[in-house]
């Protein structure tokens, strides 16, 4: 699989490599002996790659059916299937399927379902730990509400987390949404929360490791 470096992170990434550089070049010039340049450097470079790391996009294509799936929008850890209320987009009770991202994982967000995006709001809040069912209500947070081709109304929540302090929504009012495609982008740990009308089937359990735009998590319902 190809990897690149997501637009979110060419700018970090440039600005930690001078900040490093800035820091090494004085040590190894003027702080003999070589044992304490040697050891900084080895901690600027593992402190680079994580940060590389997390900014890997790897180009991926959803090959799997497209009519009636939901897919996953991100890469981690399944922490929540359950019943619960909705009210910002879809209305009322819907299937709530909720993804935890650690710092390791791939932080890109696909969309999960094909249609329309018809509602696209932020919201302000605090940073508990994404772990906590109140981050879905009370942490920094997007919204995005998508209307796929039969009719159903499906909401994806990026959620910010203790460490995430910085939510990108690229999903727009009016615009399509596709597999493959990217809703947004969630800086270190964080999760997506998505709503699926509450007669949907689900395809993972709680616990589950999936993978953005690659993942089946349910099916709509036929009608």
């Not at 470096?5 to 990434?13: A, M, P, Q, W």
């Not at 004085?26 to 450097?41: D, E, G, K, N």
């Not at 939901?70 to 359950?82: A, K, P, T």
């Not at 995430?164 to 596709?178: D, L, M």
Request: hydrophobic share 45%; aromatic share 10%.
């Amino acid at each position: 699989m190809r990897y690149k470096i997501h637009r979110e992170g060419t700018n970090i990434l440039i600005l930690l490599a001078v900040v490093l550089l800035a820091l090494n070049a004085p040590v190894w010039l003027f702080m003999p002996p070589w044992i304490l340049p040697a050891t900084l450097s080895a901690l600027s470079v593992m402190v680079y790659c994580f940060v590389f790391n997390f900014f890997r996009c790897p180009a991926r294509r959803y090959r799997g059916p497209r009519k009636g799936m939901v897919i996953s929008s991100v890469d981690g850890r399944v922490v929540v299937v359950e019943r619960a209320m909705e009210r910002e987009f879809i209305g009322g009770e819907a299937l709530q399927i909720s993804v935890f991202m650690s710092p390791f994982n791939v932080h890109a967000n696909w969309f999960p379902v094909e249609g329309r995006v018809a509602y696209v709001r932020h919201h302000s809040g605090r940073f508990y730990s994404a772990w906590l069912p109140k981050a879905s209500t009370e942490n920094e947070r997007s919204t995005i509400g998508i209307v796929t081709p039969e009719g159903h109304r499906v909401t994806v929540r990026q959620v910010a987390g203790a460490m995430a302090r910085r939510i990108v929504t690229y999903a727009r009012v009016g615009e399509e949404a596709a597999f493959d495609e990217h809703l947004g982008f969630i800086k270190f740990g964080s999760r997506v929360d998505i709503y699926l009308p509450l007669n949907s089937i689900p395809l993972v359990s709680i616990g589950q490791r999936v993978v953005g735009d690659q993942t089946q998590m349910a099916t709509l319902p036929e009608s």
